[in-house]
Nanobody, 126 residues
Framework: QVAESGGGLVQPGGSLRLSCIVSGFTLDIKHIGWFRQAPGKGREGVSSIRRSDGSTVYGEFVKGRFTISEDTANNTAFLQLDSLKPDAPATYFC?????????????????????WGQGTQVTVSS
């Protein structure tokens, strides 16, 4: 199971920290990713992390503003959102994947992930 939390309303330029708690067959998980989806749009890769080497990948739109991390002991992943820009509200999803060969930009593709949470909404508005 995957469960996100930490979303909310924040002013432009503000920050949020999203959390993703993973339970179940956690030893099978090879990578954890964050995606976002605005109403009427497709799911967009934000960032992912590989458990085998800790390598990370970010969507081009992130531009150094977000940071992904993981507390492996507690099976929790985080996404630190800084310098948030005013935009349409979006739901941020956490997902896990089990393919050990997936890496790089593939980890920004939703098809590389097997299990998804319900999402947490982020709204950036003044």
């Amino acid at each position: 199971q995957v469960a996100e939390s930490g979303g909310g309303l924040v002013q432009p330029g503000g920050s949020l920290r999203l959390s993703c708690i993973v339970s179940g067959f956690t030893l099978d998980i090879k990578h954890i990713g964050w995606f976002r989806q605005a109403p009427g749009k497709g799911r967009e890769g934000v960032s992912s992390i590989r458990r085998s080497d800790g390598s990370t990948v970010y969507g081009e739109f992130v531009k150094g503003r977000f940071t992904i991390s993981e507390d492996t002991a507690n099976n929790t992943a985080f996404l630190q959102l800084d310098s948030l820009k005013p935009d349409a509200p979006a739901t941020y999803f956490c997902a896990t994947g089990t393919n050990p060969y997936s890496q790089g930009d593939i980890l920004l593709d939703p098809r590389a992930f097997d299990y998804w949470g319900q999402g947490t909404q982020v709204t950036v508005s003044s």
